[in-house]
């Protein structure tokens, strides 16, 4: 299922590389880069793959401060609208009331 019942310090540290982006400067292919390992991340997440979304928030980490700091990358810039629009969604859903099974309305069942 969608809920995120996923290891409280893995959240924690997806909670603050999501924060530490903000500082983050990449050229066009690292944020590309980016991208792809967000989408893994929201995936991970969605589905509550524990092992998967552990390793996702790993390299999501360790891909940001080395590539950050590269001086001959070319030009760099912060944030292009679609990443901060994923950073935003992700920050949303770990904010979001926890959604445990006990917390969820009986009328609201819909599953797929």
Partial sequence: MSDHLLPIDVLDDLRN???DMDDWQFDPAGWADIDTLLERVAVSLASGATD??????????????????????????????KIREKVIRLRDTLESPKRSGQEKPSGESRSR
């Fill in 17 to 19: 590389v999501l924060d």
């Fill in 52 to 81: 998967e979304f552990r390793d996702a928030v790993a390299v999501l980490e360790w891909s940001g401060p080395t590539k950050a700091k590269s001086a001959d990358s070319g030009a760099t810039g912060k944030q292009p609208p």
